[in-house]
C-alpha cells in the first residue's frame, strides 16, 4: 500500500509517498481503509523532529504520519466485533510508534473507531477526531457551569471553533479571541469577540470585569492569555511545555487526548444534530502532502486540509 513517510527530519521535502507492507489487525483491532485524513499541527512537529527533540517521541529510522481518519472496515482482528466490514467509521490514531493514517489503510484500536456521521463526507468527517476530542475534553476540565465565562484563544481554528461550539451547547458565555480577518465568521459561535494584539487582558477584562472563569488556550499563548483570567479560574493549556504557572490560585491543566471512540460517537452525533460542523478549506491527494504542509505552515486556510488517497 501507499503511505507517507519521514525518514529524517526536516521541512516538507522530506516527506515521502512510498509502498509499505499492508497492516493487520491484531486481537481487538480493526483496519480501515482510508477515504481521508486531516493534517494536523502535530504532523508539523513530528516531521521537523520537535517532538523527538522534546522526548515525546522516540528516535526511528522511519515513521508515518496521521492521526485522524474516515473511511471504511476492510478487516476485523480477533475478538473485533463491533463494526462490520464496509462500515463507514472515523477514528483517532494515538500511538506514535504506530503506523500513520496518512496511507491507503491504518489499523487502529477497535475502541478508537466510531461510526462517521451520516450527514457529512467522509472528507469532512476527517476533520473532527483529533479536534472535537480536543476541545471537549478541555470543556470538561475547565469544569464551568452553565452561564459562567470562557476566553478561547485561536478560536477560528479547529479546536477553538468547536470548542465554542460546544460550549454554547452547554450553556457558557464565551469570549473568542481570533485575527480580525476571521471576526465576522465566529459571529455566530461565540457570545462575544476580541481581535486585541497589544494587550489581549485588558481587551478580556473590558468585556468581563475581574476576569474569565476559565481559558482554552488553542492559541498557544500561555502567559499571556492567563493575565485574562480571575483569581481562582482554570487555565487549560493544550500543549504542556507552554503551560503558564498557576499563580493568583490558578489552576493549570493540560488537555491530554487519547483515542476514545465512545465520546467520538457522540461528537459523530452532534455533527448529525447540526450542533458541530467540520469545516474543510483544502482536500489534497496524498501526492500533493508536501504542499498541504505548506499550506499549514503558512496558516490562514480558514478550514480544515484533508489528505486523500489517489
Not at 494587550?199 to 473590558?206: N, Q, S
Amino acid at each position: 500500500m501507499k503511505a507517507i513517510i519521514v525518514r529524517r527530519a526536516g521541512g516538507p521535502e522530506v516527506l515521502d509517498l512510498v509502498d509499505v507492507p499492508l497492516p493487520e489487525p491484531g486481537p481487538l483491532q480493526v483496519r480501515v481503509r482510508v477515504a481521508a485524513s486531516a493534517l494536523n499541527p502535530i504532523d508539523l512537529s513530528a516531521r521537523a523532529g520537535r517532538l523527538t527533540a522534546a522526548g515525546l517521541m522516540p528516535p526511528m529510522d522511519a515513521f508515518g504520519l496521521g492521526w485522524d481518519v474516515a473511511g471504511h472496515i476492510d478487516a476485523c482482528g480477533p475478538g473485533a466485533d463491533r463494526f462490520p466490514i464496509g462500515a463507514a467509521v472515523i477514528g483517532l490514531r494515538d500511538l506514535l510508534f504506530a503506523g500513520g493514517a496518512h496511507a491507503e489503510y491504518v489499523v487502529l484500536d477497535e475502541s478508537a473507531v466510531a461510526p462517521a456521521p451520516a450527514s457529512v463526507p467522509l472528507t469532512d468527517a476527517a476533520a473532527l477526531p483529533l479536534t472535537a476530542l480536543t476541545a471537549d475534553r478541555a470543556l470538561d476540565l475547565a469544569g464551568l457551569e452553565p452561564g459562567q465565562t470562557l476566553l478561547v484563544t485561536g478560536a477560528s481554528g479547529g479546536v477553538g471553533g468547536f470548542a465554542l461550539d460546544l460550549a454554547k451547547r452547554r450553556g457558557l458565555r464565551t469570549i473568542a479571541h481570533a485575527r480580525p480577518r476571521d471576526a465576522d465568521r465566529l459571529r455566530s459561535r461565540a457570545s462575544q469577540i476580541t481581535t486585541a494584539t497589544d494587550d489581549l487582558a485588558a481587551a478580556v477584562r473590558g468585556l468581563a470585569p475581574g476576569g474569565v472563569d476559565a481559558v482554552i488556550d488553542a492559541a498557544v499563548l500561555g502567559i499571556v492569555a492567563h493575565q485574562a483570567l480571575r483569581g481562582g479560574g482554570t487555565f487549560v493549556a493544550l500543549v504542556a511545555p507552554f503551560a503558564p504557572p498557576p499563580i493568583r490560585a490558578t489552576r493549570v491543566v493540560v488537555q491530554e487526548v487519547f483515542a476514545d471512540g465512545g465520546r467520538l460517537a457522540g461528537l459523530a452525533e452532534l455533527v448529525d444534530d447540526g450542533v458541530l460542523t467540520p469545516r474543510v478549506a483544502h482536500v489534497l491527494p496524498f501526492e500533493r502532502t508536501r504542499e498541504a504542509h505548506e499550506l499549514l505552515e503558512k496558516g490562514g486556510a480558514g478550514g480544515r486540509i484533508v489528505l486523500v488517497p489517489a
